[in-house]
């Protein structure tokens, strides 16, 4: 992508400081999983924070950096002096949110011009002959399938996607584009995988839509309930881990992290870009709020609503969800309270 169709989406783009740059752009990339020639934002005090810390582990160089102007002081700070050589192009914006929107608009359009969903496509697909696919079946083009996938009837598997040997897909799954699900799978009925995330900005009376095309990567051996949802990343994937088990009615947002091994019991969800470790379980109605963390092997009780981070072995209750003595504790002391207002 030439920086200069960039520049006519969003007037606002003014470059800050340049080194060595090609004027051309390949996507837009996250801290989680920073990548060269590829453009990042950065909102805020927290999220520079991260960055930092990301640039000490990842080799990722000719970066384009775009900031809001309020976070230009943070840049000219000596510390991130240690890492300009790593960014090809830093810009500043009027408004990075709006931009945001802008921008990966362009981006979506480019990554998907090549998909066609309303027209046949197994001619050119890669589709294994050991197939056991029954009628009303949708498939895009460029789709992957591996060897002895059984698919059922309703199933709609959309350009660019792969699915990988022994899986099982049941009536009526929608398998979106850039979605790629390991081997031996189970997706039941109805469920959605790499639909859009729900991401907008307002402004000025209206909701500026973040466009996503991300997509989805879910491991082998994973197991995911009738009528659940898994919505693709805004730029970089939304990850299920290997062996992981989703129940019924179970929504995981766009960006999320979920290792393996984790469990999902009916009704639990997880708000956006949320990192869950391996082995955690999440009990029914439970969930976690948007950029938290769990440790591996933390358990979530039935109803609990994370609101922050918690280290491994981590075992929470209630909302905000904290540690279940402190929960037990804490009901105790209201329940003796009502008794002795009772006796008065």
């Given at each position: 992508?030439?920086?200069?169709?960039?520049?006519?989406?969003?007037?606002?783009?003014?470059?800050?400081?340049?080194?060595?740059?090609?004027?051309?752009v390949?996507?837009?990339?996250?801290?989680?999983?920073?990548k060269?020639?590829?453009?990042i934002?950065?909102?805020?005090?927290?999220y520079?924070?991260?960055?930092?810390?990301?640039?000490?582990?990842?080799?990722?160089?000719?970066?384009?950096?775009?900031?809001?102007?309020?976070?230009?002081?943070?840049?000219?700070?000596?510390?991130?002096?240690?890492?300009?050589?790593?960014?090809?192009?830093?810009?500043?914006?009027?408004?990075?949110?709006?931009?945001?929107?802008?921008?990966?608009?362009?981006?979506?359009?480019?990554?998907?011009?090549?998909?066609?969903?309303?027209?046949?496509?197994?001619?050119?697909?890669?589709?294994?002959?050991?197939?056991?696919?029954?009628?009303?079946?949708?498939?895009?083009?460029?789709v992957?399938i591996?060897k002895?996938?059984?698919?059922?009837?309703?199933?709609?598997?959309?350009?660019?996607?792969?699915?990988?040997?022994?899986t099982?897909?049941?009536?009526?799954?929608?398998?979106?584009?850039?979605?790629?699900?390991?081997?031996?799978?189970?997706?039941?009925?109805?469920?959605?995988?790499?639909a859009?995330?729900?991401?907008?900005?307002?402004?000025?009376?209206i909701?500026?839509?973040?466009?996503?095309?991300?997509?989805?990567?879910?491991?082998?051996?994973?197991?995911?309930?009738?009528?659940s949802?898994?919505?693709?990343?805004?730029?970089?994937?939304?990850?299920?881990?290997?062996g992981?088990?989703?129940?019924?009615?179970?929504q995981?947002?766009?960006?999320?992290?979920?290792k393996?091994?984790?469990?999902f019991?009916?009704?639990?969800?997880?708000?956006?870009?949320c990192?869950?470790?391996?082995?955690?379980?999440?009990?029914?109605?439970?969930?976690?709020?948007p950029?938290?963390?769990?440790?591996?092997?933390?358990?979530?009780?039935?109803?609990?609503?994370?609101?922050?981070?918690?280290?491994?072995g981590?075992?929470?209750?209630?909302?905000?969800?904290r540690?279940?003595?402190d929960w037990?504790r804490?009901?105790?002391?209201?329940?003796?309270?009502?008794?002795?207002?009772?006796?008065?």
């Amino acid at each position: 992508m030439e920086f200069e169709k960039l520049k006519s989406c969003d007037p606002s783009i003014k470059i800050f400081k340049e080194n060595s740059f090609n004027g051309l752009v390949e996507g837009i990339t996250t801290i989680e999983q920073l990548k060269s020639h590829h453009l990042i934002f950065v909102k805020d005090k927290k999220y520079y924070s991260k960055l930092l810390d990301h640039l000490k582990i990842n080799p990722a160089d000719q970066l384009v950096l775009f900031i809001g102007q309020s976070m230009v002081e943070q840049i000219n700070q000596s510390e991130f002096e240690n890492y300009l050589n790593r960014f090809s192009l830093i810009v500043t914006v009027a408004d990075l949110s709006l931009s945001i929107c802008l921008l990966s608009k362009v981006f979506y359009d480019e990554f998907t011009k090549a998909y066609d969903n309303l027209n046949d496509g197994r001619l050119e697909s890669q589709i294994d002959p050991s197939v056991l696919m029954a009628p009303h079946v949708f498939i895009g083009k460029n789709v992957k399938i591996g060897k002895n996938v059984m698919i059922h009837s309703g199933c709609n598997i959309l350009s660019g996607s792969s699915i990988g040997d022994d899986t099982i897909l049941y009536p009526n799954v929608t398998i979106y584009s850039n979605v790629f699900i390991g081997s031996n799978c189970r997706i039941h009925a109805s469920s959605v995988i790499g639909a859009d995330g729900f991401g907008y900005y307002y402004k000025q009376g209206i909701h500026h839509k973040i466009w996503h095309y991300g997509g989805v990567v879910i491991g082998n051996n994973v197991e995911v309930g009738a009528c659940s949802t898994i919505d693709a990343g805004t730029f970089v994937p939304t990850t299920i881990g290997d062996g992981s088990k989703i129940d019924n009615l179970v929504q995981i947002a766009h960006n999320c992290t979920v290792k393996n091994g984790v469990i999902f019991c009916g009704q639990s969800a997880l708000s956006g870009s949320c990192q869950v470790g391996n082995f955690v379980v999440f009990a029914g109605k439970s969930g976690m709020g948007p950029d938290t963390s769990l440790g591996d092997g933390s358990q979530v009780g039935g109803g609990a609503l994370v609101s922050k981070d918690w280290p491994a072995g981590a075992k929470l209750a209630g909302h905000p969800a904290r540690e279940v003595g402190d929960w037990l504790r804490s009901n105790a002391f209201i329940q003796n309270g009502i008794k002795k207002n009772n006796k008065r």
